[in-house]
T-cell receptor, first 114, second 113 residues
Framework: AQSVTQPDIHITVSEGASLELRCNYSYGATPYLFWYVQSPGQGLQLLLKYFSGDTLVQGIKGFEAEFKRSQSSFNLRKPSVHWSDAAEYFCAVGGSGNTGKLIFGQGTTLQVKP | ETGVTQSPTHLIKTRGQQVTLRCSSQSGHNTVSWYQQALGQGPQFIFQYYREEENGRGNFPPRFSGLQFPNYSSELNVNALELDDSALYLC???WGTGAGEQYFGPGTRLTVT
């Protein structure tokens, strides 16, 4: 079955500390992988994506993610968190096939302490 | 470049009623996907429209239906509303079929009482 698991429902980090949000996926074909961020009451903003090639991808707002096929993981990282990064983060997987369906994880809520 | 817009922002309906939600895609995009996001959950795929045809559907009953117009805007219609239909409905636009880069609108918050 196709699925995305974000093991951490809630994470709290201090401003300036590093961040890693975990994402594991189950997908039968070659996956397309995404990270989105959602602020309260807002839609989702695309942070970064992986389709193929270099397994370390850079995104907006200083975020990066690494695709590890052997571990079925696509973890999101940021070296130094800012208070404005507090939000909900979603990992998603889709395929190169025709349906356009993205499968999302349940999300990780990031709280940033001053 | 115009982003994805959705209307209305909020909506309150009574169980059994019907509702229509609207989405305008980002300029240059020809595909619209709809998602339902229940409180505290990740979005769930409802369906995708490409060239005015449904191009993939998630696990939603037939009372969820849609349309795409020649200008690529789209509507989501839900008949016989149930309490569990209360959610944030998100529209995303993209270019072509497949799970490429999808850009989301701000959503419509539907409350069914």
């Amino acid at each position: 079955a196709q699925s995305v698991t974000q093991p951490d429902i809630h994470i709290t980090v201090s401003e300036g500390a590093s961040l890693e949000l975990r994402c594991n996926y189950s997908y039968g074909a070659t996956p397309y992988l995404f990270w989105y961020v959602q602020s309260p009451g807002q839609g989702l903003q695309l942070l970064l994506k992986y389709f193929s090639g270099d397994t370390l991808v850079q995104g907006i707002k200083g975020f990066e993610a690494e695709f590890k096929r052997s571990q079925s993981s696509f973890n999101l990282r940021k070296p130094s968190v800012h208070w404005s990064d507090a939000a909900e983060y979603f990992c998603a997987v889709g395929g190169s096939g025709n349906t356009g369906k993205l499968i999302f994880g349940q999300g990780t809520t990031l709280q940033v302490k001053p | 470049e115009t982003g994805v817009t959705q209307s209305p922002t909020h909506l309150i309906k009574t169980r059994g009623q019907q509702v229509t939600l609207r989405c305008s895609s980002q300029s240059g995009h020809n595909t619209v996907s709809w998602y339902q996001q229940a409180l505290g959950q990740g979005p769930q795929f409802i369906f995708q429209y490409y060239r005015e045809e449904e191009n993939g559907r998630g696990n939603f009953p037939p009372r969820f239906s849609g349309l795409q117009f020649p200008n690529y805007s789209s509507e989501l219609n839900v008949n016989a509303l149930e309490l569990d239909d209360s959610a944030l409905y998100l529209c995303a636009s993209s270019w072509g079929t497949g799970a490429g880069e999808q850009y989301f609108g701000p959503g419509t918050r539907l409350t069914v009482t």
